[in-house]
């Protein structure tokens, strides 16, 4: 049974995160956390945090570190294409699709009403991760330097991440 609710919650996952991994993060925090209780919210943050480290999409990694905590190496792999599957068969249909209707408005506007869909989830997530993330004030100053140089001064984010983790290790 645990087998098919890990395949059932990335299939969903798959299907219904539209706007890559960050956006996907909001229904995978619900799934793994709300719903199945595979992980608490605070696993939940310290999993985003290495997965945002390693090579790979955010999605692809927390369903492959979540199926193998559950079930080991073959819940990994059914976590895993589970949450590629709808993707890839989505991606098929779209591009055998999109060429056909690719002059239509209403496919111009569809893509329209799919960009505010994709910041909010993203933007839900940054906001589900700063409710555990954020625990004192020295967390507080991390976010807000890493906001203004990659904002204002536009770091590259492999070198916020390498800096921040440098003033985790000496604020900590």
């Given at each position: 049974m645990t087998y098919l609710k890990l395949v059932m919650s990335f299939l969903k996952v798959g299907l219904f995160g539209i706007g890559g991994g960050y956006a996907m993060l909001p229904l995978i925090e619900h799934e793994v956390t709300s719903v199945h209780g595979w992980?608490?919210?605070?696993?939940?943050?310290?999993?985003?945090?290495?997965?945002?480290?390693?090579?790979?999409?955010?999605g692809l990694n927390m369903s492959t570190y979540t199926g193998y905590k559950v079930k080991g190496f073959s819940?990994?792999?059914?976590?895993?294409v589970s949450n590629v599957f709808p993707t890839f068969l989505l991606a098929l249909i779209a591009s055998r699709l999109f060429f056909r209707f690719r002059g239509s408005q209403d496919v111009a506007n569809f893509f329209k009403g799919l960009r505010p869909v994709a910041i909010g989830l993203v933007?839900?997530?940054?906001?589900?991760?700063?409710?555990?993330?954020?625990?004192?004030y020295r967390s507080a100053i991390i976010l807000l330097v890493v906001f203004v140089c990659g904002f204002r001064f536009k770091l590259h984010p492999i070198l916020?991440?390498?800096?921040?983790?440098?003033?985790?290790?000496?604020?900590?």
């Open positions: 992980l608490s919210h605070e696993e939940f943050v310290d999993v985003v945090a290495i997965v945002e480290v390693t090579p790979g999409p955010i819940g990994s792999v059914a976590a895993t933007a839900a997530a940054g906001i589900s991760m700063g409710k555990v993330s954020i625990v004192d916020l991440i390498v800096l921040s983790a440098l003033a985790g290790i000496i604020l900590y």
